[in-house]
């Protein structure tokens, strides 16, 4: 599971709801719900990280099928992140001091509208609905998401102000978006060096 920083100051580590990706940096505000999703209906203040730190490389999971559900999620039309302006300016400073470092970031979200988590709980609740399952949750039974931790009703990427960012190219021994015990920051169940990175950049 990622560490988690938000602009305020404060580290937490193994929280649960959406955040067991190891390696991964959030950055959050619980400011405001931001409910839309195309350019044009954004509130303001919101920009593209394309046009702040144009070298942050995006894969914007959310907008295809390589997600825990298997399919596009409702509300995300294009593979672009968009964020509070704040957030994409302290986003760029991460990546000039990781590129410094010989190092790179990866956003795999960033602003997520309501109706794509309202679609994650959907999803959540529909047993049937397995596709996913193998690469995304295989030692954890669907039902079992929720009261796991796995899947939230609210999320603070409704606000704009949170983004999932990684260390492009590094090994932290599972997947984005692993429901499973082996997403947690200190699991002994992977690779020496998987577990090397999750500490180092817990700390970073």
């Given at each position: 599971m990622?560490p ?24 959050a505000?619980s ?5 839309c ?5 954004l ?6 990280l394309a ?6 490389r ?8 390589d ?19 704040e ?26 509208p309501?109706?794509?988590?309202d679609?994650f ?7 049937a609905?397995?596709?996913?399952k ?40 599972t ?8 997403s ?9 060096a ?11």
């Amino acid at each position: 599971m990622e560490p988690r920083f938000d602009l305020a100051g404060e580290t937490r580590q193994n929280q649960p709801a959406m955040n067991h990706r190891p390696g991964f940096i959030t950055f959050a505000y619980s400011l405001f719900a931001a409910a839309c999703a195309t350019a044009s209906e954004l509130p303001p203040r919101f920009v593209r990280l394309a046009d702040v730190a144009p070298s942050i490389r995006q894969d914007i999971r959310y907008a295809g099928s390589d997600n825990f559900t298997g399919r596009p999620v409702p509300g995300y039309a294009a593979a672009e992140c968009w964020l509070r302006k704040e957030a994409a300016l302290a986003l760029a400073t991460v990546q000039t001091d990781a590129l410094k470092q010989g190092l790179k970031l990866v956003v795999y979200d960033c602003y997520r509208p309501q109706r794509a988590t309202d679609a994650f709980v959907k999803w959540a609740n529909d047993d049937a609905d397995q596709i996913a399952k193998d690469r995304f949750f295989p030692g954890i039974e669907k039902r079992a998401l929720f009261s796991q931790g796995y899947i939230s009703r609210r999320s603070s990427h409704s606000t704009g102000l949170a983004v999932d960012i990684a260390i492009d190219g590094l090994d932290f021994g599972t997947t984005f978006d692993f429901f499973d015990p082996r997403s947690s920051t200190n699991s002994l169940l992977v690779t020496r060096a998987a577990a090397t990175n999750r500490r180092t950049h817990s700390k970073s």
